[in-house]
T-cell receptor
């Protein structure tokens, strides 16, 4: 069965303390892996799409990487405004629905 | 261009009443999703429309929930005989095709009293 898991469930960092979030997936055919950011009371905001193993995407302090089994979202020198829930999702080569992971709640403390 | 819009932004209803939530997807997007998100919880898939294919209704929690989509445009999610456990934020998202990144609306916050 296709599934997506994320770890850790919650992460608390000091401002400037770099770390990584993990997204592990099992799918029959990967079309794309997506990262989203969700702030409280808002809909998720699309960040990145990764299509193949070895691909990397960057945006400000965020860098997403992809292997055949997992993706990492690296956060370099985070700031308090990076606090949010980060969701990953996979799109499949079938016409089936995209599957979301449960998310990682990130708190960056000044 | 315009993003995904949802209406109303907030809805308070009495237990037992029916409610209708609306989603306007990004123009040209063939795929449309509805999700439910309870306070402090993750996204719960409800239903997926892709073009003219039969919708994937596998996430609808009961027969009180239904959704329609007219072609590749507006979608409505209807909840009949609302219960307090239906209180949540209902999110709509659209994408340019199957398996592609989704763009979310701001959500409708439903409160059942």
């Amino acid at each position: 069965e296709d599934q997506v898991t994320q770890s850790p469930e919650a992460l608390r960092l000091q401002e400037g303390e770099s770390s990584s979030l993990n997204c592990s997936y099992t799918v029959s055919g990967l079309r794309g892996l997506f990262w989203y950011r969700q702030d409280p009371g808002k809909g998720p905001e699309f960040l990145f799409t990764l299509y193949s193993a070895g691909e990397e995407k960057e945006k400000e302090r965020l860098k997403a990487t992809l292997t055949k089994k997992e993706s990492f979202l690296h956060i370099t020198a985070p700031k308090p405004e990076d606090s949010a829930t980060y969701l990953c999702a996979v799109g499949r080569t079938s016409y089936d629905k995209v599957i979301f992971g449960p998310g990682t709640s990130l708190s960056v403390i000044p | 261009g315009a993003g995904v819009s949802q209406s109303p932004s907030n809805k308070v209803t009495e237990k037992g009443k029916d409610v209708e939530l609306r989603c306007d997807p990004i123009s040209g997007h063939t795929a449309l999703y509805w999700y439910r998100q309870r306070l402090g919880q993750g996204l719960e898939f409800l239903i997926y429309f892709q073009g003219n294919s039969a919708p994937d209704k596998s996430g609808l929690p009961s027969d009180r929930f239904s959704a329609e989509r007219t072609g590749e445009s507006v979608s409505t999610l209807t909840i009949q005989r609302t219960q307090q456990e239906d209180s949540a934020v209902y999110l709509c998202a659209s994408s340019s095709g199957p398996g592609r990144e989704q763009y979310f609306g701001p959500g409708t916050r439903l409160t059942v009293t």
